[in-house]
């Protein structure tokens, strides 16, 4: 099947500076990619180029086989689009706010009547219908807003930092319904900085300043050479007094990388040291050693280390 998303060589000049660079990937009908990147490093350009509000400066992008340059009307037409700064109407009730983004994308007044019930039955707003958007919860505003962008029956939808600000609660029930949206054959776009998010993801890409870095699914990017590097073992040690066991950890002479998780120490180390060493070298410091255990690399320590490679080079 052909890809709903393909970029190819996409980048945006601002300035003198590609704030994204040369950019290319797919994405498959169905799925949810995830984009990941730090601050500043390109994610929301990207998307608008995507979606058509921002033009390229080199490369092709097309969307649900709509060219993003020459025909962003059609593109706009088939998406939904949820930015950062997506404006709900605080003094609008909920009810309201859908009628206004029906008005918008220009649906006749039936069809808007009839997709506001069928989007606020699928996000659960129902109840809160005569309900002033100001009034709502983040967790709720975000549904409003979800909803309002589903109003046209996108076939792709595009999701800028969902999730930012909202409760763990009400962050796991939006995705329940992305996955819900994605099992009905919907795209989804989304954008995030929490790394839970990033692993219910089909597929992810890493961008870093302008460049996309790592592209592929988590399994793909946890087998790279510079995060599983070769000659080395990864072990989960958990401990009794952290900080000493720590400050301990990053004083062995075989210690690649250590990081904190809770009451774990999460330990790269050279290949050949057994947890038995690792456990004796720790003993003193940690008080008590519950557990030592291979792992593979967290979906942060994936990032991590695709970051500081990249700063390094
Ligand atoms: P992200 O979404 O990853 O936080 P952005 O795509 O918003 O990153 O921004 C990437 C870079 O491009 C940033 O350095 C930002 O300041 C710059 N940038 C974004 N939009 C504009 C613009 N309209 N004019 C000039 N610079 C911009």
């Keep these: ?28 009908p169905g799925s949810i990619f995830g984009f990941l990147g730090p601050n500043g490093s390109g994610k929301s350009t990207t998307i608008k180029m995507l979606c058509g509000l921002v033009e390229p400066n ?3 992008a097309s969307v649900n086989g709509f060219d993003v340059k020459t025909q962003s009307p059609q593109v706009r037409r088939s998406i939904g ?13 909920v009810r309201e706010n859908l009628q206004f983004y029906g008005r918008a994308y220009g649906l006749d007044a039936g069809r808007r009547l009839g997709r506001a019930e069928e989007v606020s039955a699928l996000t ?14 983040g967790g709720w505003k975000q549904r409003l807003a979800l909803a309002c962008a589903l109003l046209h029956e996108p076939a792709v939808l595009f999701l800028d930092e969902p999730t930012a600000g909202i409760d763990p609660v009400a962050r796991r029930a939006l995705w329940d319904l992305l996955f819900n949206l994605a099992g009905k054959g919907m795209t989804l776009f989304v954008t995030t900085h ?18 996309l870095i790592a592209l592929g699914t988590l399994d793909e990017l946890r087998s790279l050479p510079h995060v599983d590097p070769p ?37 790269l180390v050279e290949q ?36 500081r490679a990249r700063a390094a080079a």
Excluded: N, W
């Design 81 to 93: 689009y949820m930015s950062q700064s997506f404006s709900l109407y605080g003094d609008l009730t």
């Design 194 to 211: 929490y790394m839970d998010e990033a692993e219910r993801c089909s597929a992810l890409g890493y961008i870093y300043d302008g460049d």
């Design 1 to 28: 099947m052909s890809a709903t998303i393909v970029a190819r060589h996409l980048t945006k000049r601002y300035g003198d500076r590609d704030v994204v660079h040369d950019v290319t990937f797919e994405v498959s």
């Design 272 to 307: 050949g040291i057994t947890s038995e060493r690792l456990r004796a070298d720790l003993i003193e410091a940690a008080g008590t050693i519950d557990s030592v255990d291979r792992i593979g690399p967290s979906i942060e320590d994936v990032f991590v280390a695709l970051t």
């Design 58 to 60: 080199a490369g092709q």
């Design 124 to 137: 659960g707003l129902g109840p809160y219908a005569a309900q002033l958007a100001q009034t709502l919860s």
């Design 231 to 267: 000659g080395t073992v990864r072990y989960r040690v958990t401990v009794d007094r952290i900080m000493p066991a720590f400050a301990q950890a990053q004083k062995l002479p075989y210690m690649r990388d250590v990081t904190i998780f809770g009451r774990d120490l999460h330990c």
